[in-house]
């Protein structure tokens, strides 16, 4: 069976543990809980009806004065970062976490989830933004790990991508 190391990236609460728990075990929690270093969470998908083992990387989210470790980003296939919508700071570090991040893994497919579709009314990132995203070589995707929005569409299209690349991801 192929497994696939997937790293979830991005600052404090922008949403990546619960992204996690919605697609692996289809629950939300409104109770926040900082990860600690990583938790290693699994599950089987079927990319053209063969099953692929996402081993996926929930990594401590990066503060003003930690950074990530290099060491858990090595060895990944994909990564997702992800980004607060309600907060414009969370983006301007996925540039920056970017940079580190491909420095320890190096070029793999990646998701930019644009998290927190369900509170779109306090949204501050637009329209222009995720073009711009787009044209950098991101692939931007709306999600909310409360309401499953997009959830299963970013895993889906990075873990087509690990095992075929972005033209097999795109189809």
Known sequence: MIQK??????????GKTCLVQRFVHSIFSTRYQST??????????????????????????????????PSYLRGA???IYVVDGTRRDTLDQAFELRDLAERAAGPVPSVIALNKMDLRDDWVLESGDIDRLAS???????????TG???????????????GGADKADT
């Open 5 to 14: 190391k997937v790293c979830m990236v991005g600052v404090y609460g922008t």
């Open 36 to 69: 600690v270093g990583v938790k290693i969470d699994r599950k089987v998908v079927l990319v053209d009806d063969e099953p692929v083992t996402l081993l996926l990387w929930d990594l401590e989210g990066r503060d003003h004065s930690h950074d990530i470790a």
């Open 77 to 79: 296939h994909g990564l």
């Open 136 to 146: 950098e070589s991101w692939h931007p995707l709306r999600t909310s790990a409360k």
């Open 149 to 163: 929005e997009g959830v299963e569409a970013a895993f889906g299209w990075l873990a087509r991508a690990t095992v």
